[in-house]
Each structure stands twice: as C-alpha cells, then as structure tokens.
C-alpha cells in the first residue's frame, strides 16, 4: 500500500474508532513497522488531525472527543458489501438482532446518491451466497434477547432443554453471545441457582426483559 493510500486508510480507521488503539496494533493491521506508524501518525498530526495519546491501561491514540466528524462517503463498492454482508447475516439467522441490523443497512443504503445506489443494487445482485441456515427464532423472543443484552437488563425465560418436557423458567443475565454455525449459544447467569450455564437460543420459548428490582418477585 501506498503512503498516501496508508495515510487516507489510517485516517478512516482512526476516525470509525473513536476510543484508544495502540501504535503496534495499528502497524499490524497495516503490516508496516511501528517506526513507520509514529512517522504516519506524525504527518496526520501536521496536517490538522486532532489526534491525543494516552497513556496506561486502556490508552493509545485516539481523535479529540470535540472533534466533529464530517458525513461518512462510502463507495458503491464499499456500501454493496456491507449490504451483502448484513443480508447473509439476516437471511442465514447468524445474528438474532434483525431490526437493528435492517435499520443499519438502511442507513447504508440513504448514504449513497442515486447513481451509486443503482450500482450498489446491480453488485447485490451478482453476489450469491449458499449456507446452511440457523434454526428459526421468534420473533418475540430475538427482541427480548436483543433487548436484554444490549441495555443489560436481567432475562426471565422458558426453556425447553428437550422436547415434550416442561419448560423451565429461569432468570437469566446474559454474559456474552457465541455464534455458531447453526446455532446461538448464550452464555449466561443463572441469578436464582448462582450458577453460569450455556443455553441455546432456539429453545427459548419465552423471554421477557425484567428490572432489577424485579428478580425476588415470583415468574
């Protein structure tokens, strides 16, 4: 990659990255030396990027908080890809959060002019991606779970761990997420037996997110 190509990518990576990367990471995702990263960083310094190092844990570089960044411009080439990526996550189920997701690309799509929107449709469409399928999740429940998760709430859920047994009620909190080939492991908390457990999302009949305050009530 060329210099001025570096210096553009550097600036674009630095900018959708709003928190503290570190000089090393940054040259091994540009696969130059740290050498030439302090260089590159200096020269965007000069010419007017608010750029500030922090020290310590969690640190690095980083623009300035106040720094107000202009409109991003993806490419035809740039926005097609993102869509594709997103229509494979949704129509393959990797991902539980469709609404969020659907809404992004969206926005993917809005930021383009008509002629790059026409190009983006015409690249979409050459693209075929063959997989194997999640399982199906209901509707009300991936909004529960995404609900959950993402303002970590505590998960009140039914779940039927084999079929023809009653569902278990369980209150949850969810620790991460893995997603696999066909399946969505949750790795959660259970916050009346104390214990962590994996649960899969498929066998979730049920889910409701709670207050905390809510934990000592009866399901």
Known sequence: MRRKSRLFALAEA??????GVTAQELADRFGVTIRTIYRDLDALQDAGLPLKADRGRGGGYALDKHYQLPPVNLTAREAALLVALGRMAIDQ?????????EAALDKVRGALTASAQRELLRLVDQLQIVGVPAHPIPAEVRAAVEQAWFEERPLR??????????????TIRIRNLVFDRQVTLLNVTDLELGEERQLRLEKIEKAEPIEPHELSAPA
Request: aromatic residues 10%.
């Open 14 to 19: 630095l900018r959708g990255r709003r928190t």
């Open 93 to 101: 189920r990797l991902l539980p959060f469709v609404t969020p997701l």
């Open 157 to 170: 859920i039914h779940y039927r761990k084999v079929p023809y047994h009653p569902a278990q009620v369980r």
